[in-house]
């Protein structure tokens, strides 16, 4: 089962705790700024890492992640 | 000569004071005079005096009667929602003869109003604001130097005249950095046998504000009336400027009186004689100088940050003798001078005038860009966690790590999962999550700094089927509150409170709050907290869960995904609670603050396990379904 995040870049405040929970380590702070000057969290998953585990969802207090996990039988 | 330093108002207020004498300070935060207590904090014990962080603007200025009594020169200050609530206070110190003097530095009004400057509070200041037959001397600078020489002037006519003295100022003149010197410093001395200081070698002396027979109570009256009449015939100040002849004169007091003099100088490019009559003393108002003015001048205007509050006393003074027009803006906003000049020559020209607008700044919305992250293939994926449908759409406007966010979330997804978003109603603090209103999807309002549980009593009383939580921080619940929280608990009222604890008062700048811990350092305790002089944090859940009302009491932290799983149980324990009818339930939040802990949010997680437990451990505190207390078992 593999997973997918969805971070809204412009309510991440680049505070880190997702990128620091991770299990995966596949979040990572962006080279760029948003709107608010901060470096958002970005999804750095070429590999495919992400479980869709919810816990970035979990600790953002910004209400910045959703989290998407691959259906059964569904497309990838 | 001595040098002219930059200094800002608030801080001159705090200087000054030191200076004149001031050796008590009792105090507790409120925009935009924090940096008065600060300032105080760091500079009065030095000089031997006394730096007290009140759990109220109550305490505070019965502290500050307290010192008073016992012959101290004592001061406090606050900004206009804090003295309503020292009102009380003032109408004792008044009834009881001492002096005490009083800073407030305005801001936008009624209710929680605004942090920015106002002038709202002329009618509060000068025509008493408590209760009884009472007048306090009110003086109003309109410069940073001003402050400086008005304060040591407060400190001398409290003891001349054992009455209160308010230093009157705004948001603009506690704000701002000018040059000051400090010229003027009280040498007076006030012999002060009147004060308590033990009845050794003379007969015992007492300060009673009342006399329950009436004809004492009105010799009580005629005393402090006959003073009064004194104080009104002695100590009027003003300022005149430009009076020679003009076409019309401006009466305005503290930063307004400032503007006019920009108003004044434009007027005269244009050949319009602008007279200006400034009040220094408020109360006594300067009557003598406006009536002998409008016998010469028949066109008045009043200019306030505050909707025509002097306009009264000016009436008074001119009476028929010329008519009188009135500008302001209030809630915050600073009339420019091209406004006030507009306004003036649509009076002296009788033609009415284009309408400028006042530049008023505005919190710029962020245009929402398209997230790049979004852009993400999620077909054939399923959404498995997304924001709550109990939160809105408004991104929160909390600092980067900070734990609102989080609980917010929390007490979201909780409202969401027992389907009750239709029938919750929140109470919301004052303090950071003061914007709570916009961030949940559900009905909400706002109490005064401290008296959400009794708000949210009144709510539910009145609508039983109602969810109702209380989302307090630890000023508000702790400090301010402690009172109403304590009773609200102890009749076991069907509420559930969520407390945030961040140990200090963040909105405010990061003071010391009730659940700062040992050695913690804030802007109200420098050199850390010493709980010697300031009392050890005060543990919410502890005391609580020794009252028989509360059904379920839990101290919990965001600091791993175990322990916000946690959380969100306690949570939701605590409205499951109130929806079976059971009672008070009150959840405890160990909430990070980056920002005023000076930490990474990394680090403010660690900082919450390592110490901040060590004064605040985590579990449950008083559970009804279990007897057992004390032990983790969120």
Redesign the interface.
């Known amino acids: 089962m593999t997973g997918k995040i969805v971070i809204d870049e412009e309510k991440c405040k680049g505070c880190g705790y997702c990128i620091d929970f991770c299990p995966q380590k596949v979040i990572k702070p962006a080279d760029y700024t948003n709107a608010k000057d901060y470096h958002p969290a970005v999804l750095v998953d070429p590999e495919g890492k992400c479980t869709g585990c919810g816990i970035c969802y979990l600790v953002c207090p910004d209400v910045a992640i959703e989290v998407y996990k691959e259906i059964e039988g569904g497309k990838k | 000569m001595k040098k002219k330093v930059p200094m800002e108002g608030n801080k001159v207020i705090a200087k000054a004071a030191i200076l004149a004498g001031c050796r008590h300070y009792s105090g507790y935060p409120i925009t935009p005079q924090n940096e008065i207590p600060e300032y105080m904090s760091e500079n009065l014990p030095k000089v031997g005096g006394v730096f007290i962080q009140a759990e109220s603007e109550l305490a505070a200025i019965n502290m500050a009667l307290g010192a008073a009594a016992a012959g101290k020169r004592a001061m406090t200050s606050s900004s206009s929602p804090g003295i309503s609530l020292k009102q009380e206070g003032i109408s004792y110190i008044c009834c009881s003869e001492l002096p005490v003097v009083i800073a407030n530095v305005m801001r936008g009004g009624p209710g929680l109003g605004s942090i920015q400057p106002a002038q709202s509070d002329y009618f509060q200041a000068t025509r008493g604001g408590g209760h009884g037959d009472y007048r306090t001397i009110v003086l109003a600078p309109s410069t940073v130097q001003e402050i400086a020489d008005l304060v040591p002037l407060a400190f001398d006519l409290a003891d001349k005249y054992r009455n209160p003295v308010m230093i009157l100022a705004d948001g603009i003149l506690g704000q701002i950095i000018e040059p000051v010197e400090f010229k003027r410093i009280s040498k007076k001395s006030f012999k002060k046998d009147w004060a308590l200081t033990g009845a050794k070698d003379r007969p015992y002396n007492t300060i009673i504000p009342f006399d329950l027979d009436p004809l004492g109570m009105e010799r009580i009256n005629l005393r402090l009336q006959k003073k009064y009449q004194k104080i009104e015939k002695k100590e009027v100040r003003f300022e005149k400027f430009n009076m020679e002849n003009p076409d019309i004169v401006a009466v305005a007091y503290g930063t307004v009186g400032r503007i006019l003099k920009t108003v004044i100088r434009e007027a005269k490019k244009e050949g319009i004689e602008i007279g200006l009559i400034r009040p220094i003393t408020l109360w006594p108002f300067p009557y003598q100088v406006i009536e002998k003015a409008a016998k010469t001048t028949k066109k008045f205007i009043v200019v306030e940050m505050s909707l025509g509050q002097m306009v009264e006393d000016v009436k008074l003074a001119v009476g028929d003798k010329a008519e009188v027009h009135f500008y302001g803006r209030c809630g915050g906003v600073i009339p420019t001078p091209e406004e006030i000049l507009d306004k003036v020559r649509e009076i002296v020209t009788g033609k009415k005038q284009r309408k400028i607008k006042a530049i008023v700044s505005k919190i710029q919305e962020?245009?929402?860009?398209p997230?790049?992250?979004?852009v993400?293939n999620?077909?054939?994926?399923?959404?498995?966690?997304?924001?709550p449908d109990s939160?809105t759409d408004v991104?929160?406007t909390?600092?980067?790590?900070?734990?609102?966010?989080?609980t917010h979330?929390l007490i979201a997804e909780v409202i969401d999962e027992l389907g009750i978003r239709e029938r919750t109603i929140a109470v919301f603090p004052i303090g950071c999550s003061v914007f709570g209103y916009k961030f949940f999807n559900i009905d909400s309002m706002l109490a005064p700094h401290g008296r959400a549980p009794a708000a949210a009593t009144g709510i539910k009383r009145s609508q039983p089927d109602k969810i109702v939580f209380t989302y307090q921080g630890d000023g508000d619940l702790a400090a301010i509150g402690t009172a109403e929280i304590v009773h609200a608990a102890n009749r076991g009222e069907n509420i559930t409170v969520i407390f945030i604890n961040n140990a200090n008062y963040a909105m405010t700048g990061g003071q010391m709050a009730p659940t700062t811990i040992p050695g913690q350092k804030t802007t109200t305790c420098p050199l850390g907290r010493n709980p010697e002089t300031e009392g050890y944090p005060i543990p919410v859940c502890e005391l609580l869960s020794v009252l028989k009302g509360p059904v379920y009491i839990a101290r919990v932290a965001?600091t791993?995904?175990k322990e916000?799983?946690k959380a969100k149980k306690a949570i939701k324990k605590g409205f499951q609670l109130q929806l079976e009818g059971k009672g008070f339930s009150l959840i405890e939040v160990l909430s990070a603050c980056?920002t005023n802990w000076h930490l990474?949010?990394?680090e403010a997680?660690k900082w919450i396990e390592e110490e901040m437990t060590l004064s605040f451990p985590l579990g449950e505190f008083k559970n009804i379904d279990d007897s057992d207390r004390g032990e983790d078992k969120v």
């Open positions: 962020t245009e929402k860009k997230s790049l992250s979004s993400l999620v077909s054939g994926m399923k959404k498995i966690f997304s924001k939160l991104p929160f909390y600092c980067p790590g900070c734990h609102h966010g989080t979330r965001l791993s995904p916000i799983n980056p990474s949010p990394k997680l």
